[in-house]
């Protein structure tokens, strides 16, 4: 059930149906290679979340997409906001989507760039006592979708390569530019920090200085098929990890209690 689609009149009793689970898509407005649309992480996002709520009901928050790309500002067309605001904004629209009865909300994340602050978001919940979990959903569906199905024939693939080309094309083909994808190697990593990065020592400049272009991989063997297995597996994988959700009360006993014993010192 889509949030913005619901009626004033039909969304309590959508809550009811969701059993009070709320999934929030994170993407970004970011540069997806020479081929693909500014917000393919949107659009991917929003397409596994739809997904699964089909198959275990839950309702799914409009698009979100102020999330961490100060990476890629550089670029045309990208929007990268103040990290002070983007927690805060990503805070205040979870405390909103619990006054709306949804006390059960899970962070789907479309966008590579938000893998540190989704968990970091997470736990700062602790910081104060409030009525609602927020759950980090990552099943691990990239491996499931790898041992079944089409062959995914690159070994370098992390931003508008072969995955995600094939994920538009199941879902959005008339938005990729085939004919702009390059033949030169330009999606392989340039290695500018390897000697750090191969001792463990990581800097916020890395994936500048590997994919500049913000392209990794190859999106030439993309199919619309291959896509649509993962989109599958994908979202399956979310539902099954939606009912669990929707069976845990123990989430909620701990932070309960874990709250009762911080205010008593």
């Known amino acids: 059930m889509r949030w913005d689609e619901l009626t004033g009149d039909r969304f309590p009793e959508a809550v009811k149906e969701a059993a009070g689970v709320c999934l929030l898509p994170l993407s970004c407005i970011e540069r997806h290679g020479h081929h693909l649309p500014l917000n393919t992480d949107l659009l991917i996002a929003r397409q596994v979340c739809l997904r699964a709520a089909e198959l275990e009901p839950a309702i799914v928050y409009p698009d979100f997409f102020y999330t961490q790309i100060l990476e890629a ?85 992390g931003h508008a390569g072969e995955r995600e080309t094939s994920i538009l094309l199941a879902i959005r083909p008339d938005l990729v530019h085939k004919d702009a994808m390059p033949a030169d190697g330009e999606g392989l990593p340039l290695g500018r920090l390897k000697p750090l990065r191969d001792l463990g020592v990581g800097t916020g400049i890395w994936w ?12 030439r063997p993309a199919t619309a098929e291959k896509g649509e297995h993962w989109l599958a597996v994908t979202s399956q994988a979310l539902a099954t990890a939606i009912r669990a959700i929707k069976d845990d009360r123990e989430t909620k006993r701990l932070q309960d209690e874990f709250f009762g014993k911080m205010e008593q010192h």
């Open 73 to 157: 500002r550089h670029t045309p067309g990208c929007i990268g906001i103040d990290p002070e605001l983007m927690v805060r904004l990503l805070e205040n629209v979870c405390r909103e989507i619990a006054r709306n009865g949804l006390r059960k909300i899970v962070l789907v994340n479309g966008h590579g760039g938000n893998d540190s602050l989704i968990h970091y978001f997470a736990q700062i919940q602790l910081a104060s006592r409030r009525d609602y979990v927020v759950y980090v959903a990552r099943p691990p569906y990239a491996e499931q979708a790898a041992e079944s199905g089409p062959v995914w024939e690159t070994t370098v693939d």
């Open 208 to 219: 500048y200085g590997d994919h500049p272009t913000h392209y990794c991989g190859d999106g």
